[in-house]
């Protein structure tokens, strides 16, 4: 509560001297003070939520049920982004180089700050793919060495590991997931019995961006650190969605985008290196000292978007008004409201798990019998904006919902999904 309750101050004070955002002189904006600062639930209290939806910028016609795929970033950030890119275009070298870039530092400490990790150990770069890929191609591994990787992993990064079994001869070790599962021990043995003597790394995606299923990371990590094995953990769809700790996933590398969850500008991502593991990775932009175990050796990206990355600093605070507690309920409060109306309907599949620790914010559902892009442009057609899943055996629609997403939003899905279903 700390947190929010100082929200106004730090918005005041600001990384890079910004005022406080035209926005929340509004009295919109002040009105969205005084709700986040309640210590009630507020999960089904539809009034705060509507507070929320009133600092976004978002289509009144459009509903968008994608935020897996981009967060919009709330308005507060909009203003930020637009402030930073003022402040470069007066005197770009000048204000980029002497003045934004001494954000970077305090901005790393918050971002920690989110992780729970040390700031030692967060880089600040442009999305969960350069943020995974400096990873795989910064590992020193060896012709015949074993990478273990599931087909569900993110195509980007599958990409990138096949990339490496081109050029160097690593092998790649396919384990086939049963999704949807709640079975803790069978994820967790579907990765170790593929571990052999020659693995020398996993990848493990946290929360499948197909079907939205929450791997147990944690337990995978264990097995594979008894045996010596690297353990890389794709956080693109959970970081800032669930509440976790960095260093409770007990993995040695973690990459995600914050312009999902976290609502920051897009072209926004982190990379963390636990501290030990930052000298053997290579950087994927060269540094001036490849094996230094310092973590900004993987930021030496050249002239970067300053504005994109200060404006992350906004999106934080805007997320700790919330809050995670408070952000997780409410994301799986909203799923649990339109899928408990439609789930007697006939044909109806949910390939997402339905206990907590295995779900959140994102829902694959399948009216089976019915082709793909029927429903999802029968939706369209309704002005709902979703995205198709076709993977293995994983076929539907995916829903993700927000923060700034109402139960009246809902409605509009439920009726959309009913109807569909009577037509055919
Ligand atoms: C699980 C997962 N990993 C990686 C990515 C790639 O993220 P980015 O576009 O930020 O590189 C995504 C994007 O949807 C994702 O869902």
Redesign the pocket.
């Known amino acids: 509560m700390a947190s929010r309750r100082n929200f106004l101050t730090r918005f005041s004070k600001g990384m890079g001297g910004i005022m406080l955002p035209v926005f929340l002189k509004t009295p919109q904006g002040q009105q969205l003070l005084k709700a986040s600062k309640t210590t009630k639930d507020v999960t089904a209290d539809e009034d705060f939520w509507r507070f929320i939806q009133q600092a976004y910028t978002i289509s009144p016609n459009l509903l968008d049920l994608n935020n897996?795929?981009?967060s919009p970033q709330p308005r507060v950030v909009q203003e930020a982004l637009d402030h930073y890119n003022r402040m470069c275009s007066e005197t770009p070298s000048y204000n980029m180089w002497r003045i934004l870039d001494k954000g970077r530092e305090p901005l790393r400490e918050q971002l920690a700050k989110l992780g729970a990790c040390s700031k030692e150990e967060i880089a600040i770069n442009?999305?969960?793919?350069?943020?995974?890929e400096t990873v795989v191609f910064g590992l020193q591994l060896k012709k015949g060495d074993e990478v273990v990787l599931s087909e569900y992993?993110?195509p980007?990064?599958k990409n990138a590991w096949l990339q490496r079994e081109q050029r160097d001869g690593i092998v790649l070790k396919w384990i086939d997931l049963k999704l949807p599962s709640e079975d803790k021990e069978a994820l967790t043995k579907a990765y170790t019995n593929a571990f052999s003597r020659r693995t020398k790394a996993v990848l493990i995606?946290?929360?499948?961006?197909w079907s939205g299923q929450i791997l147990p990371v944690r337990k995978i990590a264990q097995v594979a650190r008894v045996r010596g094995i690297e353990v890389i953990v794709?956080?693109?769809?959970t970081f800032a969605q669930i509440k976790f700790k960095i260093p409770d996933l007990e993995c040695d590398y973690f990459?995600?985008?914050l312009?999902?969850w976290l609502g920051a500008p897009i072209g926004s991502?982190m990379l963390y290196v636990k501290k030990e593991k930052i000298a053997n990775l290579y950087p994927l932009f060269a540094a001036p000292d490849a094996k230094v175990d310092d973590i900004r050796k993987f930021e030496h990206l050249g002239t970067r978007s300053f504005p994109i990355e200060q404006a992350i600093g906004q999106a934080i605070h805007f997320h700790e008004m919330i809050g995670i507690e408070r952000k997780e309920k409410r994301l799986r409060y909203l799923n649990d409201y339109w899928i408990n109306q439609i789930k007697h309907l006939p044909n109806i599949k949910i390939h997402t798990p339905s206990n907590p620790a295995f779900y959140c914010a994102l829902i694959l559902l399948e009216v089976v019998g019915k082709k793909l892009n029927q429903l999802y442009l029968f939706l369209h057609k309704k002005n709902i904006h979703v995205t198709v899943t076709n993977i293995k055996n994983l076929q539907g629609i995916r829903i993700s919902p927000n923060v700034y997403t109402t139960t009246q939003d809902l409605d509009r899905l439920v009726q959309g999904l009913e109807e569909f279903c009577k037509a055919e």
């Open positions: 897996g795929g981009l442009r999305n969960a793919s350069e943020a995974l992993d993110y980007n990064i995606t946290h929360m499948t961006n794709d956080g693109a769809q990459g995600t985008s312009h999902k991502g």
